[in-house]
């Protein structure tokens, strides 16, 4: 269970997509970042756009600063920053949607890639649960407010046939009370 939180930390929503980066994915399956993308190279048909896509440098500087405050700088000093203290050039990770995650394990055939592949499908599993329990929760909640607001219009009625049954009971009460005029018998 500590290792699908330790995937679900490491899964982001960019582009609306809950998607995990190349890096993660390399650490999880103890490869290298440059050999996970060499392998995703050589299989391209298996990697569509809606499996995996470039970030932009704007994404990725937004992504890098989500994460260093969630990590305190822990975790984003890689590809980029090691990059450009060794003069190399800068590549913007590749991000793996869940289909993209599943597709790499047939791309990938260690027991240890096998293993973080069943892994990581169950994280999104459970992220997806999570989501449907809090969608669940917002609709009850909604039924529950359109009931307040049903009886709140129940009780208007109620307060308004009330008020007319004192205003009745008023008038009668008054007619009741009224002097008599003419003749009264004995």
Do not use: C
């Amino acid at each position: 269970m500590e290792i699908i939180r330790s995937i679900q930390n490491r899964i982001y929503e960019i582009r609306g997509e809950r998607v995990m980066l190349d890096r993660d994915l390399a650490a999880l399956y103890e490869t290298e970042t440059k050999s996970l993308n060499l392998a995703v190279k050589r299989n391209l048909k298996r990697f569509p756009p809606d499996f995996m896509f470039q970030l932009t440098k704007e994404e990725f500087e937004a992504l890098r600063f989500q994460i260093e405050t969630l990590d305190n700088a822990n975790s984003l000093r890689f590809q980029s920053e090691t990059s450009k203290t060794r003069g190399g050039t800068r590549y913007m990770p590749y991000a793996f949607t869940e289909q993209g995650v599943a597709m790499l394990s047939g791309v990938l055939h260690s027991d240890k890639a096998i293993d973080m592949n069943i892994a990581i499908m169950r994280a999104f599993v459970e992220i997806r649960r999570i989501l449907l329990q809090k969608n669940d929760l917002r609709e009850q909640l909604q039924e529950i407010k359109a009931r307040l607001g049903e009886h709140d219009t129940q009780l208007n009625h109620i307060y308004d046939a009330m008020e007319n049954l004192m205003d009745e009971k008023a008038a009668h009460q008054k007619w009741d009370d009224r002097e008599r005029i003419g003749f009264k018998k004995r």
